[in-house]
């Protein structure tokens, strides 16, 4: 089946720094979703991205859907304390399909 | 908009016992919803996909008779964790889809079995 290899496990950084994380996959998605989760909650969409090569801020936050479409990468600019969570890259194949989740990148934010 | 709710937030039950976890999609009509389970340190595993209407789908290696999945409406689907017992104690999280790519995930149910 699919498999998504997130990295890195954990970040540990300090206040203000930018952060980048990625995803790769064995094969093909045609949809890419980033998502975060708080402790003790469900994951919260952050971005989605549904075309290969396509870049996508939200806020501080810029996602993009690798060319091959067998991966996509999370920057977060200027961190700050309540960006700290577990951030969940996953993909899709088709629309409406099961979404394959990454391992999850835990990020901690010392102010 | 797209709010998804579950209930109860939490959960301790006897081992042995049944448990039920509703999730509702509040503003939105959700023709599919997921079931998922995450252990502590780790992502999400899919158990099943439920269509409003119809049976659900369950993923390899996990139990139908165990996982019981009921999806009548089109904002409700139910999770009956039947004759619970220690190791099924874990973080169960749905989400819905309204029709496009994208999934609303619930705020999760922490279950324990004692």
């Known amino acids: 089946g699919q498999q998504l290899n997130q990295s890195p496990q954990s970040m540990f950084i300090q206040e203000g720094e930018d952060v980048s994380m990625n995803c790769t996959s064995s094969?093909?998605?045609?949809?890419w979703l980033w998502y975060k989760q708080d402790p003790g909650e469900g994951p919260v969409l952050l971005i989605a991205?549904?075309?290969?090569?396509e870049l996508t801020s939200n806020g501080r936050l810029t996602a993009q859907f690798g060319i091959t479409r067998k991966d996509s990468f999370l920057n977060i600019s200027a961190s700050i304390p309540s960006d700290v969570g577990i951030y969940f890259c996953a993909g899709q194949e088709t629309s409406g399909s099961r979404l394959t989740f990454g391992e999850g990148t835990q990020l901690t934010v010392n102010p | 908009g797209a709010v998804v709710s579950q209930h109860p937030s939490w959960v301790i039950c006897k081992s042995g016992t049944s448990v039920k976890i509703e999730c509702r999609s509040l503003?939105?009509?959700?023709?599919?919803m997921f079931w998922y389970r995450q252990f502590p340190k780790q992502s999400l595993m899919l158990m099943a996909t439920?269509?409003?209407?119809?049976?659900?789908?369950?993923e390899q290696g996990v139990e139908k008779d165990k996982f019981l999945i009921n999806h009548a409406s089109l904002t409700l689907s139910t999770l009956t964790v039947t004759s619970a017992h220690p190791e099924d104690s874990s973080f169960y999280i749905c989400?819905?889809?309204?029709?496009?790519?994208?999934?609303?995930f619930g705020p999760g149910t922490r279950l324990t079995v004692t």
């Open positions: 439920s269509n409003e209407g119809s049976k659900a789908t369950y």
């Open positions: 991205l549904y075309k290969a090569g």
């Open positions: 989400s819905a889809r309204a029709g496009g790519y994208e999934q609303y």
């Open positions: 503003d939105f009509q959700a023709t599919t």
């Open positions: 094969s093909i998605f045609n949809t």
